[in-house]
């Protein structure tokens, strides 16, 4: 060994993503597991799920915040089938998630005034070039690209459309601008380490207004996806009642992650763990001439998602791959299946940066080994 064969702890998944430091299965001791989530208790830890998002992602009083079904992507198919279509729409995507919203607006909304903006795998398109009186769907993050927006500069403050901020992968790791988003959705299991399944719906004041004043003609709506009554926003569904059944537990598990934001600083503290990840992987691609940023542009590399492309054959990557795995040393850091050839290294603030920085020692002895 050409150092100490010190292990990392291996969880580098990009969603489900590893655990805040310290935890075990003890947080879900205080959940009202057999209780129904209508319940006094039950309905409490939710309500205390919304305000403590609020309180520590600094979301404006009159954002509205829910628990909503099907993690980050029914939260987003929700919003786009019930307000898209009032307007032209701008679809801007750089990676496959964006992709599949604009698939959807395309195959199964059928929208006919749409325009795409898009780039190819490690760059972003020229946001500047949408236009602010359409409604406008991005992804802040992109997820298997590593590319993010590094700003919100490009929304104008005068515009009369919708932005629709699909923020999984950047919530609670970046600074996110809420005047300049008007829907933005996210699921527990990114940033935060949470668990899988729940998703969440912020919306602005002209979210809402959209909501009470457009209907979308011959459109049907499942159950999952309403959040009207009578025209009227179904304000219980921003108070804790849920349009089905959560799961306390994961309830639970959230809240603890939110605790444990809170004691390292909140918002501040979350950005700098994640960025000071991102600068042990920044260190090795100054140091290892094989190793590269897919983000073409510094300022839009992602802290979160980390994105690399490797100097070696594909079938010798994988290959490579799968012996970190084997050894114990880094699970689930192969790039995304639509993404090119290479590493996706998850640096979210539930990631020590000493960890990262013991991959890095791992994947140079790694190289060695394979690339011969």
Known sequence: WPFAPVKPQPEFSSGPCKKRPGWSTDVYKTAPTGRSHRSKIGKAKLVEAIEETRRILN?????????????????????????????????CHWESFGKGWLGDVNSHLK????????????????????NPDHDIVFTWNGTTSGVCVPNADWISDDRTGLTF???????????????????????????????GAHGM???????????????????????????????????????????????MICVEDYLDALQWADSIGGLPGLIAR???NLAEVAAAVDKYP????????????SSTSVCLTVDMEAGKLKEMIAWLEAEDVAYDIGAYRD?????????????????????MDWLEFAYEKFSK
């Open 111 to 130: 929208l006919e005034n749409t325009s795409e903006f898009t780039a190819p795998y490690g760059e972003l398109p020229d946001l500047t070039q949408t």
């Open 274 to 276: 994640s960025q000071a």
């Open 201 to 247: 719906l912020i919306l602005s004041p002209r979210a809402v207004e959209r909501l009470e004043s457009y209907t979308p003609e011959g459109r049907a709506l499942p159950k999952i996806f309403r959040m009207t009554k009578k025209g009227k926003l179904d304000e219980a569904l921003f108070k804790g009642a849920t349009i089905n059944t959560p799961s």
């Open 59 to 91: 979301i404006p009083a009159d954002y509205r915040i829910a628990v909503v079904p099907a993690s980050d992507t029914g939260a987003i198919e929700m919003a786009m089938w019930s307000m898209l279509g009032e307007r032209p729409v701008d679809m």
């Open 290 to 301: 094989w190793l590269n940023f897919l983000a073409k542009d510094e300022a839009s590399r």
């Open 339 to 359: 993404a090119p050839d290479g590493l996706r290294i998850w640096c979210g603030a539930t990631v020590d940066s000493v960890d990262v920085a013991l991959l």
């Open 165 to 195: 901020n699909d923020a999984t992968s950047a919530v609670f790791a970046m600074d996110i601008d809420w005047s300049k988003v008007d829907v933005t959705t996210y699921s527990w299991q990114k940033v935060m380490g949470g668990e």
